[in-house]
């Protein structure tokens, strides 16, 4: 084993160089006694485990047995050291990244440099997440732990064939990134595609974390439809390995991001697999059905209203009998871009008020719109049923696109009408079948068509039947059965 500094003054000097000398608090270095060997020990205040640490230096005070003088001091760390994780260094960049990571650091007299990972990050406890709630199912959910994540998915997948990969990413910033996978499940294009785009990030800091780490990984640029799922539902992302999917997991996260994905991904939820078959079927085509409403029925409803000629006798009651003083396209877009305003102030207002907001926004602006004149009662109608409808989407990233796309589909049939209205759904699928995100057609298995894996989509199967990865994943071993 090689020295890294020349002596434990050196080691000092290098410290104090990388963080100032009195610059920064949480930056310790403290001089211990450790048996009968002076020794530095280096450690970010805060992300060390204070009560280890306390034991530690407990444990190592001298004794008086000349048995731990033989030696070195490497060997005599290496030997006597009464802690299962600790390592030596032999970079200095090494030695660095591993202090800001929350390990500690010790440097002997002769210059030898060990890491101890007592690391005891900040953070919540594993909660229920607020977006995937289920009736019936664990409550627990990812943390800002990256080492509670993995936790959490190895707990549920007790198999030697699970990995989690570690990377570092940034220049500056360091951000640790988990690539998890079942060997011999996952596809090997797939993981070098991602090891590959880890090692072309060139930034100084993933501040935003999964979000940042997927418009590096994919290329999103202003592409609105979602290219990745994110989950926060340990049992989610393990049923997702087992399928043959990767989860990249990201420091200071609590959502993990689960490739590749298609359209129909996002539309899934746990709570169908909670439920029997024949419910879990129902209760996915009803939000099937929901997705689509929500992006047709007030583009639709307004080509009706406009256009009287495609009404049939049955549906004459549909549309305004007086249109008012404010156009019927204009009165459309004010309420649906008033209520995801109404939906963005709820997120931003405390708890308690949040109630009472909605409550006011629901009865006095909505019925006093009416009052005056600014919207008829149709107009809110419909907008409030789009609105729930696009609620009932489980990815909140895939509910936002579907609400871009119910404007452009609006104006469209403003300008246009009919032709309009039907171009526009063209124009849209067209788009999502030239998708192709790590290689994957978006609209699989509708585009291309392959029925038994759609018939899979449009219905929960029972657990007993057997059911191979799905394609996508370009699984080595497609076959689930062990």
């Not at 805060?46 to 190592?60: A, P, Q």
């Not at 059905?289 to 495609?310: C, H, M, Q, V």
Request: glycine share 6%; hydrophobic share 45%.
């Amino acid at each position: 084993m090689e020295k890294l500094f020349q002596s434990m003054k050196e080691g000092e000097e290098w410290f104090e160089a990388c963080f100032g000398q009195d610059e920064t608090f949480d930056a310790t270095a403290r001089s211990v006694h450790l048996w009968d060997m002076p020794s530095l020990l280096l450690y970010i205040n805060g992300l060390v485990d204070g009560i280890v640490i306390t034991t530690l230096l407990t444990e190592m005070q001298w004794n008086g047995d000349g048995k731990i003088l033989e030696g070195d001091g490497a060997e005599r760390f290496l030997s006597f050291f009464p802690y299962h994780a600790i390592t030596a260094a032999i970079e200095k960049k090494e030695l660095l990244k591993s202090i800001l990571s929350g390990q500690a650091a010790i440097i002997t007299p002769d210059g030898y440099a060990f890491l101890i990972d007592i690391r005891s990050y900040p953070g919540r406890q594993p909660e229920e997440p607020d977006n995937e709630k289920v009736i019936r199912g664990s409550r627990d959910g990812f943390t800002e732990n990256i080492l509670t994540n993995t936790a959490l998915v190895r707990r549920r997948l007790r198999t030697e064939d699970l990995r989690f990969e570690m990377h570092n990413t940034s220049v500056s910033g360091k951000t640790d990134v988990v690539l998890a996978f079942i060997q011999g499940a996952a596809s090997k294009k797939h993981l070098a595609y991602i090891r590959d785009r880890l090692d072309a990030i060139c930034t100084d800091g993933l501040t935003m974390t999964d979000k940042s780490l997927e418009e590096f990984l994919f290329k999103q640029g202003f592409h609105p439809v979602p290219f990745v799922r994110f989950t926060e539902r340990p049992d989610i992302c393990a049923a997702h390995l087992l399928e043959g999917n990767i989860a990249i997991m990201v420091d200071t996260s609590p959502s993990v991001i689960l490739v590749p994905v298609t359209l129909f991904y996002h539309l899934q939820h746990a709570e169908e697999y909670r439920q029997a078959p024949l419910i879990g079927t129902a209760v996915r085509l009803m939000r099937f059905s929901g997705t689509a409403l929500s992006l047709i029925l007030l583009p639709f409803w307004y080509l009706l209203a406009t256009e009287n000629k495609y009404l049939p006798d049955i549906l004459s009651y549909i549309g305004p009998k007086e249109l008012g003083e404010v156009p019927l396209l204009i009165q459309l877009l004010l309420a649906d871009i008033g209520i995801e305003v109404l939906r963005m102030a709820a997120i931003h207002t405390p708890t308690p008020m949040s109630t009472a907001m909605g409550l006011v926004a629901a009865i006095v602006i909505g019925q006093v719109a009416i009052d005056v004149g600014l919207f008829t009662p149709e107009v809110v109608l419909y907008a409030a049923l789009s609105a729930i409808l696009t609620f009932a989407i489980p990815s909140y990233e895939l509910s936002i696109t579907t609400k871009i796309f119910r404007i452009c589909i609006l104006l469209l049939t403003a300008l246009l009408g009919a032709p309009g209205f039907f171009l526009s759904l063209v124009v849209i699928f067209y788009y999502l079948c030239a998708l192709k995100p790590m290689d994957v057609p978006y609209l699989w298995p509708a585009v291309p068509f392959f029925p038994k894996a759609m018939l899979r989509i449009l219905i929960r199967f029972p657990m007993t039947v057997d059911k191979p990865r799905p394609f996508i994943t370009d699984s080595p071993d497609r076959d689930r059965v062990s």
